[in-house]
């Protein structure tokens, strides 16, 4: 390193840079994301391959995605929801054919009183799950636009 006399300018060389780059990054592509990069590069314009990696990864916009397993094994047991309720339709159906064709139609309807509250409740709380799950998603996406 050449001496720099005491006015605190050197004598030859090329002026020194107030922000020097110091950090390196490596990466490494297939041949076929090397073509697809350098054709990417050569279409940017810019002059270094380095510069437009800077640019691409500093100042482009990107997703960035959290995974939480939790939420995720939650979404998976309530996507087997409405095939349940399907089965529970299914079943119903069933139940007040039997009925109608094997009793009165006043004792097939007082027995069948009992089901329909039950049906009227798993509805209301389908809903409730429903209406739970979208302000869950909203929630969530909230937290991934910060």
């Given at each position: ?94 139940v007040m054919d039997y009925l ?47």
């Amino acid at each position: 390193m050449p001496q720099t006399p005491p006015s605190g300018k050197r004598k030859a060389g090329r002026p020194r840079k107030a922000d020097k780059k110091t950090h390196r990054v490596a990466v490494r592509f297939t041949e076929e994301e090397n073509i697809r990069f350098l054709t990417l590069f050569e279409r940017s314009g810019k002059k270094s391959r380095s510069e437009f990696l800077a640019d691409k990864v500093l100042n482009t916009p990107m997703k960035i995605i959290q995974y939480n397993k939790t939420l995720h094994d939650c979404i998976v047991k309530l996507s087997s929801f409405p095939a349940q309720v399907k089965a529970i339709g299914n079943n119903y159906n069933q139940v007040m054919d039997y009925l109608f064709q094997h009793f009165e139609r006043k004792k097939a309807l007082r027995l069948l009183y009992p089901l329909e509250k039950a049906i009227i409740e798993l509805v209301k709380a389908n809903h409730e799950l429903k209406q739970q799950i979208r302000q869950l998603l909203q929630h969530d996406c909230e937290d991934y636009r910060r």
